[in-house]
């Protein structure tokens, strides 16, 4: 790999793919032809750290096809001497964001040999690239001081230890929480004038602007854009059966929307099954109409006539919106902890 400084440049002040400091594994990015493999490294790191979510060969192929973070600048595997992955990081950044996601991974066989702390350092000098690369595009080179920011659950304590040694501090707490099916579901009628109708192929624009209409207003949200909503209503796991939007009914226009997903490898490894509900919103002209509890007890229904066992989603612990009290109202309770962790470079 190109040699970089601390800046990032390379040494005729271009930006070049920053070396990863662990000379034990050899580095590159990923290609195509890696995919079974990094997702059987992810799965391996999985099975010893147990994590809610975690990615797998279809997401990893939904990666490879991103043009706003393609994998050749923006991934690193580290393999062993038998070509085998034992590591890797992934950062992704919007052109226009405030700050770039970091991911990674370590063998449990590999860890606490210092190579996390190597993949961090990898982010960093990825991230400054990024956002010195967005920044030449803006007029007199003006743009936010680059920030990197990844996610861990709180039981992950060894992530956890290390993030903080690195100067990371936790921003944000996520809960996790769950709702079982087996107790009375409750009932929540629209107003009149709303009605609730499939989630639909050809709502799938019309739902792009109106969630980033919602969330404009949320921490740490940036708007979606095509290739990321498409990621979103194309995920391997998303059940358009399971989700469900509510409309205006004499305007057509989207008032509130729930996305669902299914995974059914997690049911083997958690015990249950679980319908998830990634993304709940409703419009700031709608709300107070009972729009969120109408669609909350659609999902479960939907949830139960599948067989599932429980209704899940996640909340910002500060949310403005007062979510954390809706869901419990809801039968919703905590069940899992997650932070999000910030580092300004």
């Known amino acids: 790999m190109t040699h970089t ?12 793919l920053p070396a990863v400091d662990f000379p034990e594994l050899q580095w590159r990015s990923a290609s195509p032809a890696d995919l079974d493999a990094w997702a059987a490294l ?29 994998v050749g600048t923006n991934t690193v595997l580290g393999l062993d001497s038998d070509g085998v992955p034992r590591a890797y ?13 970091g991911f990674c991974a370590v063998d449990p066989q590999r860890q606490r040999r210092g190579v996390g702390t ?4 990898w982010l960093e000098v990825r991230t400054r690239q990024r956002f010195a690369e967005d920044a030449g595009a803006l007029p007199d080179d003006a743009g936010p001081a680059p920030r990197l920011r990844l996610f861990t659950e709180q039981k992950q304590q060894h992530q956890c230890v290390l993030l903080q040694e690195s100067g990371y501090e936790v921003v944000r707490y996520y809960n996790e929480m769950h709702r079982p099916l087996s107790a009375p579901l409750p009932e929540a009628p629209l107003d009149h004038g709303l009605e609730l109708v499939p989630m639909e192929p050809g709502l799938s624009e019309a739902l792009r602007l ?23 209503v194309n995920d391997p796991l ?4 399971l989700s469900a939007v509510v409309l205006e009914s004499r305007t057509g226009e989207i008032a509130g929307y729930q996305l669902a ?18 993304l709940l919103g409703v419009r700031r002209e709608f709300r107070g109409r009972g729009i969120a509890q109408a669609l909350l007890a659609d999902a479960m ?4 006539a599948a067989g599932l066992d429980k209704a899940s989603l996640d909340v910002d612990s500060e949310n403005p919106t007062g979510a954390m009290a809706l869901y419990r109202k809801m039968g919703y309770a905590p069940v899992n902890t997650s932070l999000a962790w910030d580092k300004v470079l």
Request: net charge negative.
């Open 5 to 16: 400084d601390a800046s990032g440049l390379t040494a005729d002040g271009s930006a070049g």
């Open 42 to 70: 992810i799965a391996r790191t999985a099975a010893v750290e147990e994590p809610v979510w975690f990615e797998r060969r279809a997401d990893l192929e939904q990666i490879m096809e991103s043009k706003n973070n393609p």
């Open 89 to 101: 990081a992934r950062l992704t950044k919007n052109k226009d964001g405030a700050k770039a996601h």
């Open 118 to 121: 190597a993949l961090l350092s």
């Open 210 to 232: 109106a969630h980033n209409q919602v969330f404009a207003d949320h921490w740490g949200s940036e708007p979606r854009d095509e290739e990321s909503w498409g990621f979103v």
């Open 238 to 241: 998303a059940r358009p059966d």
């Open 261 to 278: 997903s299914y995974d059914p490898d997690n049911t083997a490894a958690r015990g249950f099954s679980e319908g998830y509900t990634d």
């Open 301 to 304: 229904r939907r949830f139960a």
